[in-house]
């Protein structure tokens, strides 16, 4: 009776930490799902408002590019004010994704990040595979 009782703690504790390493797993496929949607999310960023920016300051780049002054800058950002915000919006998103992941990678994820990525998956989970990252956190 007693060896009944060892053999279905142990199989408690396999099956806790097998279901503890797939949690994890799934916590860790979310977040790097989250940073390839954010990579994304940026090159399209860059491919749409990045570009049109660029192609509109394009004789002030080559104004800079042969006689570059902070007069030249000035006036090229001030006189096009549109593209100048576009651009200055797509530095700053990347500066931004850029930082957010360094420090992740350096020093870790943050608690209330992982907590919510944890909440993530539990409701990834609970919908099931009507969810769309169904596939992509909960199957592998």
């Known amino acids: 009776m007693r060896h009944n009782y060892k053999q279905m703690e142990t199989a408690k504790e396999t099956s806790s930490l097998t279901t503890d390493a797939?949690?994890?797993?799934?916590?860790?496929?979310?977040h790097h799902l989250t940073?390839?949607?954010r990579c994304l999310a940026i090159g399209l960023l860059w491919l749409t408002v990045g570009s049109l920016s660029l192609w509109s300051l394009r004789s002030e780049i080559?104004?800079?590019?042969?006689?570059?002054?902070?007069a030249a800058v000035r006036y090229g950002m001030y006189y096009?004010?549109?593209?100048?915000l576009g651009l200055g919006f797509c530095i700053a998103t990347t500066t931004v994704v850029l930082?957010?992941?360094s420090r992740?990678?350096?020093?870790?994820?943050p608690p209330q990040y992982k907590k919510s990525l944890?909440?993530?998956?539990c409701?990834?989970?609970?919908?099931?595979?009507?969810?769309?990252?169904w596939k992509w956190v909960c199957q592998k």
């Open 22 to 30: 797939i949690f994890k797993a799934q916590v860790q496929r979310l």
């Open 35 to 37: 940073v390839a949607l």
């Open 62 to 70: 080559d104004l800079l590019r042969s006689h570059f002054t902070w």
């Open 80 to 84: 096009n004010q549109i593209p100048a």
């Open 99 to 101: 930082v957010w992941q």
């Open 104 to 109: 992740n990678i350096l020093l870790g994820m």
């Open 118 to 121: 944890e909440m993530g998956v």
């Open 123 to 133: 409701r990834i989970r609970k919908q099931g595979p009507t969810h769309p990252l």
